[in-house]
């Protein structure tokens, strides 16, 4: 008995000790997997003989006239191995431990001198060989500096200094664009979006690999077996200038409305280059970011801006031309027992409209009434139409993340209603992105030719094009010439007689059409709990010779919602903004045909002017005595500038109101005085009144304004 119980004692003994054991091996695994995982992964790249991966450089992403809008820039995180260097290495580290933190400090100030010697200190006593001494990434430049301190100057071998390089994604321009860039995930060199991800077999580049060879007291030198091919270049279309106008304009439109989201891009006609696109979102902090893809991705009912394309239908089929007219009443019709109304129902609506005027005040009543008239016994032939102009297509971008659009018809859906088609009509029960219906207004502006949106037109490595994106054609006729003629001849009236008005611009014309929908809540409806609305604008400029098509669209929270005032609005801004910048518009376009131009001029030096007007061929009429001082007033009206003189007597104080700044500071200096100046434009107030008595040196405060 007590020799089975000695022998029961010594197997309990030896589970013991197992457990023990089995135990201490997970422990010293979790150790070696978590507390020691950088040090051990060190200590494996070190002594790896074969396939040590050696990363490219990932590849820029350029604007269209070269600018840098994404790189990539090298940072490292920092260790020390304190075995490193051995005792001569650790005695020198000691003596110039006050330099190295003082040093350390200058170039990382967020962390004190008495921080980096705790840090310095705690690694030495544990005998680290990778030791984090900064927990963030540094810059190329910091590290660099680093490497000029005492004793960390010296070899890695010898100093026992080492820098884990990343490469880290940066965007010179900030959020600009930012959206349609894309992003990378901040571990590694993987694309989540845009650009980045869209290109990223072209922009990440071939890694090259490399093997250590091993050398006596040394770690083992690195060679390279097959150097990295770096990423491609990709040319971007976008205009960093333009990009900047258009975020601007809409970022204030924003936060004036205080509107969910908004998005607008600006689209070259001729080649579908997108110029700018910006999609900002309302966040937790009522600020406006570059988040979602709104242009590209968002599902939306357009609501009005969808008119057009049904009125182009009835046109096409024969049914209408711009003089057909219909009795709008007093804006309120019932289809199929469900009210259509007009904006302004409540005062008495439009009455009796033609075409082209439904189009001008954005008659539901007018289009609806006009599709279900001719198509209420097949509309299916009212979808084919639409469908003939690639309304449907999806556009396949460059860009990841596009919706396709939604045009339910008879065949394709059980749920096509009697109220379906007249809803349809004026831009309900479907769902298009914005950037779709900115291709189809494209291609009105581009002579019926439809285009693909492009944002990327070529991949370069160094100076040699390794793959081009041509502009391709989706529809190379959307529509015949009468209808096209018809449509434009429409569309410039919306703006310059209908309720577009605010979209438009004294400096050239502009054509296009609004839009406000209410915005479906899915199952809950179009009213439930507070009413959203989509207002936007989409048209093209100028008139006659289109150069640029934009989209601008808004979601606000609540109303009173108009497409003209709010997207209109932003429209009109960014067009301005960019038709000054672009030096290529020709003249001849900004000139409404129906008008003599003749610049408004300001009162100032009448030779220079006579030169100007000269060249710009404007008629003049001068008055008796024009030319006997060097100044002269000026007067337009709509057929030429007249001219009268204008003389300062000597020891007065000239009159300069109406001069521009130039002008009227070498006026005002002649006659002995100084001048300060406030603001931009032409002179509108003077602090020494006209006519006083000089005191020589005396200070006049002039102010400018447009």
Known sequence: MAKHKNILTRYLALIVLMVVVGISIIVKAGVIMFGERDYWHTVAERYVSENVPVKATRGNILSADGQLMASSLPEYKIYMDFKAGGKEKDSLLMAHLDEICEGMHRILPDRSVAEFKATFKKGRKLGARHYPLYPYRISFTQFQEIKQLPVLERSKNKSGLIGEPFNQRKKPFGSLARRTLGELFPSKDSAISGLELSFDSLLRGTPGIAHRQKVMGANGVLIVDRRPVDGCDIISTIDVDMQDIAEKALMDKLKEINADWGTAVLME???????????????????????DNWAVGSMMEPGSTFKTASIMVAMEDGYITPDYEVDTGNGI??????????????????????????????SNVGVSSIIDQFYHDDPQRFVNGLKRMSL??????????????????????????????????IGYETMIPPINILTFYNAIANNGTMVRPRFVTAAMQGDEVVEEYPVEVINPKICSDTTLTQIRTILRRVVSQGLAKPAGSKQFSVSGKTGTAQVS?????????????????????????????????????????????????????????????????????AIDSTSVVVPTVKDGNLAETETVLQALQVKTRRAPGVGDSPWATFHSDSVAVSLKPLAFRKGLVPNVRGMGAKDAVYALEQSGLRVRMEGVGHVYYQSILPGSRVSKGATVVIRLRN
């Open 269 to 291: 006609v001729a080649t579908g280059d997108v110029k700018a696109i910006v999609n900002l979102t309302k966040t937790g902090d009522s600020l406006y970011y570059e988040k």
């Open 333 to 362: 019709r019932m289809m199929y027992r469900r009210p259509m109304r007009d904006h302004n129902w409540h005062r008495g609506g439009y009455g009796k409209i033609n075409v082209s005027r439904i189009l001008e005040v954005s």
């Open 392 to 425: 449907d297509k999806p556009l396949h971008l460059q860009v990841p993340g596009e919706g396709t659009p939604y045009i339910k018809g008879p065949k394709e859906r059980k749920n096509f209603s009697l109220t379906s088609l007249p809803w349809m009509s």
């Open 521 to 589: 809540q899915g199952a809950s409806g179009y009213k439930s709990g507070t009413v959203k609305y989509l207002v936007s604008f989409c048209g093209f400029f100028p008139s006659e010779h289109p150069k640029y098509s934009m989209i601008v669209s808004i979601r606000i929270p609540h109303g009173p919602a108009s497409g003209g005032l709010m997207a209109g609005s932003v429209f009109s801004r960014i067009a301005e903004r960019v038709y000054a910048k672009d030096l290529t518009l020709r003249l001849e376009d």
